[in-house]
């Protein structure tokens, strides 16, 4: 069991992971980033807004801010 703590991920680690497959895979064919448009595309709900949001201002270097 000692050898899956090295390989297991937390919820959130995953859904950003998952969330960050999701924006590389839209800025590749020239989708708008858009954190309504990747929350549906990874399968998130609006309370993990905060989570993409983080994501795809790593991805952006930094520039992204919530319209909010």
Do not use: N
Not at 33 to 55: K, M, N, Y
Request: proline share 1%; hydrophobic share 45%.
């Amino acid at each position: 069991m000692a050898c899956l703590s090295g390989v297991v991920e937390s919820v959130e680690q995953f859904q950003r992971r998952r969330a960050g497959w999701v924006i590389q895979q839209m800025d590749k064919v020239g989708e708008p980033l858009q954190v309504w448009r990747i929350l549906r595309r990874a399968g998130l709900t609006s309370r993990h807004e905060d989570v993409v949001a983080s994501v795809l201002a790593e991805f952006l270097g930094g520039v992204y801010r919530s319209a909010v």
